[in-house]
């Protein structure tokens, strides 16, 4: 049974960090390119960032470039998205998402499994 859990999300000042961890289950996680997405209330899902399945290549959306950093590590099936200087604009939910292929996507439909996601709130 596939199972993504994302875990980190909380409420932050702006200018804060959080990290976000994805705990990954169920497939091989290590042969997978892993992804992170967000929903704002009344928004489509969008992309933030993805990693191919050895951690050589990232994508990042430019909303989050230079402030986001996403990594792996494998030994632990687990996913990561490192959130500095957080702006109230990245209030979402935060979602985990991998892929049974190896070459990481930008979209949303590319992927096969998905957590159940973690909020985050920045307070202005």
């Known amino acids: 049974q596939v199972q993504l859990v994302e875990s980190g999300g909380g409420l932050v000042q702006a200018g804060g960090s959080l990290r976000l961890s994805c705990a990954a289950s169920?497939?091989?996680?290590?042969?997978?390119?892993m992804g992170w997405f967000r929903q704002a209330p009344g928004k489509e899902r969008d992309f933030v960032s993805s990693?191919?399945?050895?951690?050589?290549?990232?994508s990042y959306a430019d909303s989050v470039k230079g402030r986001f950093t996403i990594s792996r590590d494998n030994a632990k099936n687990t996913v990561y998205l490192q959130m500095n200087s957080l702006q109230p604009e990245d209030t979402a939910v935060y979602y985990c998402?991998?892929?049974?292929?190896?070459?990481?996507?930008?979209?949303?439909?590319?992927?096969?499994?998905w957590g159940q996601g973690t909020q985050v709130t920045v307070s202005s």
């Open positions: 998402a991998g892929r049974k292929g190896r070459l990481r996507r930008d979209h949303a439909d590319d992927y096969d499994y």
């Open positions: 169920g497939w091989t996680f290590s042969s997978s390119a």
């Open positions: 990693i191919d399945w050895s951690g050589g290549l990232t």
